[in-house]
């Protein structure tokens, strides 16, 4: 009975984590986002940037890959950067005031000046998590590089690496909400 029991669990475990390890890929403006993936407490939360659901190419969580696409592929792909982090991350009280252009982590505005990023959109996951969406004023020549330096500063949960779409390139532009 006893190992009948664990052996349940075992695999719900499995199944758990195979289901939270599942990238958004869906090119929607809003769509349900499984609260396990960043540790929240609400169950959903419908994410309103739509950078957030383009196609994921890389994530870096503490510098480490968790997915990677055809690196090879990354050449010439105009690319968003996708950052998400704490809500209370005390680099983030920069944004009080409304103001996006820089963070209060020294660190990290250097990251975004080498890699020639500027911050686009930010946007609110939970009562807990936010996320910021960032666009190279060119194209970066090592994104997998941005992405994990950038994963490395304290209280970012994950960066993503997403594809923007054709038809979002021509009007992507420099709006941030």
């Given at each position: 009975?006893?190992?009948?029991?664990c052996?349940?669990?075992?695999?719900?475990t499995?199944?758990?984590?195979?289901?939270c390890?599942?990238?958004?890929?869906?090119?929607?403006?809003?769509?349900?986002?499984?609260?396990?993936?960043?540790?929240?407490?609400?169950t959903?939360?419908k994410?309103e940037?739509?950078?957030y659901?383009?196609?994921?190419?890389?994530?870096?969580?503490?510098?480490?890959?968790?997915?990677?696409?055809?690196?090879?592929?990354?050449a010439?792909?105009?690319?968003?950067v996708?950052?998400?982090?704490?809500?209370?991350a005390?680099?983030?009280?920069a944004?009080?005031?409304?103001?996006?252009?820089?963070?209060?982590?020294?660190?990290l505005?250097g990251?975004?000046?080498?890699?020639?990023?500027?911050?686009?959109?930010?946007?609110?996951?939970?009562d807990e998590?936010?996320?910021?969406?960032?666009?190279?004023?060119a194209?970066?020549?090592?994104?997998?590089?941005?992405?994990?330096?950038?994963?490395?500063?304290d209280?970012?949960?994950?960066v993503e690496?997403?594809?923007?779409?054709?038809?979002?390139?021509?009007?992507?532009?420099?709006?941030?909400?």
């Amino acid at each position: 009975m006893n190992k009948l029991f664990c052996t349940i669990i075992g695999m719900l475990t499995l199944l758990l984590v195979a289901a939270c390890n599942q990238p958004a890929n869906t090119p929607e403006t809003t769509a349900e986002v499984e609260s396990s993936t960043l540790n929240t407490r609400s169950t959903q939360q419908k994410i309103e940037a739509a950078a957030y659901h383009y196609k994921t190419l890389a994530a870096f969580r503490d510098g480490e890959v968790q997915h990677l696409a055809d690196a090879a592929n990354l050449a010439g792909k105009k690319v968003s950067v996708v950052v998400l982090y704490e809500a209370l991350a005390p680099w983030a009280e920069a944004f009080s005031n409304g103001e996006y252009t820089t963070t209060g982590d020294d660190h990290l505005n250097g990251l975004m000046e080498v890699y020639s990023l500027a911050i686009v959109k930010r946007f609110a996951i939970d009562d807990e998590n936010e996320g910021l969406v960032f666009e190279p004023s060119a194209m970066i020549d090592d994104p997998i590089a941005a992405a994990k330096d950038l994963s490395l500063i304290d209280h970012v949960l994950m960066v993503e690496i997403k594809e923007v779409p054709p038809a979002e390139e021509e009007n992507s532009t420099a709006d941030v909400h």
